[in-house]
């Protein structure tokens, strides 16, 4: 079936420009999560939604950063302003409700370049 | 102090010697999760465990919730196995998000 898909698979912007980074969940999934992974670094939690709503948006790292969800289903995450050190790959992942049960099934990654 | 920590960071095998990585974490949790990342940079969940022992195939994950540590078993490594392993803690505090420990990177020799 259908796993977690994430468009683009690979963003270059110039410094400044926003950008809007898509996530398609697995159909049936009401947990959507996204994270980040910097160059050589961990990953870091950005934020959770339950259905459309997201409980936590305390790992955005500041409000350049916001992220919706629509219809219970696909996701937007939208960096404004853009700064060298958005650079990185940015996760999806989502799981058939929340995080204290279930497993999460991650997608491909958008790879962000900002120049 | 990284709340999840892991060791080693590093690791080498030859192909058919059993494998062991630790993950220590300083806080209540729900639950630990076991990635794997491989080299294209693709991430699979292995193992979600609160409590015990959990196989699949040649891979066994434990946790001792007493003493806050879970390890990751390969058994006859395959070189097929190299990627990077990673674990996370769901916190008790905050069930909404993971913390990550920053990954064992193998390498499985043939």
């Known amino acids: 079936g259908a796993g977690v898909s994430q468009s683009p698979s690979n963003k270059v912007t110039e410094k400044g420009k926003d950008v809007e980074l898509r996530c398609d969940p697995i159909?049936?999934?009401?947990?959507l999560y996204w994270y980040r992974q910097s160059l050589g670094q961990g990953l870091e939690f950005l934020i959770y939604f339950q259905g459309n709503s997201a409980p936590d948006k305390s790992g955005l790292p500041s409000d350049r950063f916001s992220a919706e969800r629509t219809g219970g289903s696909v996701s937007t995450l939208t960096i404004q302003r853009t700064q060298q050190e958005d650079s990185a790959v940015y996760l999806c992942a989502s799981s058939p409700q929340g995080p204290q049960t279930y497993e999460q099934y991650f997608g491909p990654g958008t790879r962000l370049t900002v120049t | 102090k990284n709340e999840v920590e892991q060791s080693p960071q590093n690791l080498t095998a030859q192909e058919g010697e059993f494998i062991t990585i630790n993950c220590s974490y300083s806080?209540?949790?729900?639950?630990l999760h076991w990635l794997q990342q491989h080299p294209g940079g693709g991430i699979v969940s292995l193992f979600m465990l609160s409590s015990g022992k959990k196989k699949h195939g040649r891979l066994i994950a434990t946790i001792n919730i007493q003493e806050k540590h879970s390890s990751l078993h390969i058994t006859a490594s395959h070189p097929r196995d190299s990627a990077v392993y990673i674990c996370?803690?769901?916190?008790?505090?905050?069930?909404?998000?993971?913390?990550f420990g920053t990954g064992t990177r193998l390498q499985v020799f043939p």
């Open positions: 159909s049936g999934h009401t947990a």
């Open positions: 996370a803690a769901l916190p008790s505090y905050n069930t909404d998000k993971l913390i």
């Open positions: 806080v209540g949790i729900s639950a």
